[in-house]
């Protein structure tokens, strides 16, 4: 069974820096893996999505990359702003029979400004 | 539409009573996925529709609950005789096929008194 495990679970930053947030799969077998940010009380947005045969995708100061074989994803945030407080979500689509998004329990990342 | 559509947006009901869930997918998504997020935890698998496919029902966590998707399109999420353990965000996402982008509604929030 497919497990996903998001380190740390809440992470505070000063305006400006640099971060790394860690997303890490326990099957190697993925088809893909997604990054969302969640707002409070509302849904999900899609980030970033990288295909497993992929390493890394870029949108903006957001750059997301994947290492299928040791089962970690990262995405980094260049020179954050208090707009990038979220709760950031990873998930991966195992496919072989298994349709469902598998997702970690979220990272809390708070932008001091 | 524009995104993913959920409504109501809002939903409190007594112990005992049956609601509907509604979600309208993004015109053209085969794929649609179901969720819960209770207050702290992560998302939780329900079920998922694919085309005209049998659906994946295997998060389903009790016969209480049952999905419908009409003509591959709109979905209706049904829970009978709610219990308070009920009470989450229910929410909807759905995209191309499966293993590609998937978007997500604002949710439903149910509270069951």
Known sequence: KQEVTQIPAALSVPEGENLVLNCSFTDSAIYNLQWFRQDPGKGLTSLLLIQSSQREQTSGRLNASLDKSSGRSTLYIAASQPGDSATYLCAVSSGAGSYQLTFGKGTKLSVIP | ?113
């Open chain 2, 1 to 113: 539409g524009a995104g993913v559509s959920q409504s109501p947006s809002n939903k409190v009901t007594e112990k005992g009573k049956d609601v509907e869930l509604r979600c309208d997918p993004i015109s053209g998504h085969t794929a649609l996925y179901w969720y819960r997020q209770s207050l702290g935890q992560g998302l939780e698998f329900l079920i998922y529709f694919q085309g005209n496919s049998a659906p994946d029902k295997s998060g389903l966590p009790s016969d209480r609950f049952s999905a419908e998707r009409t003509g591959g399109s709109v979905s209706t999420l049904t829970i009978q005789r709610t219990q308070q353990e009920d009470s989450a965000v229910y929410l909807c996402a759905s995209s191309r096929q499966w293993g590609t982008e998937a978007f997500f509604g604002q949710g439903t929030r149910l509270t069951v008194v």
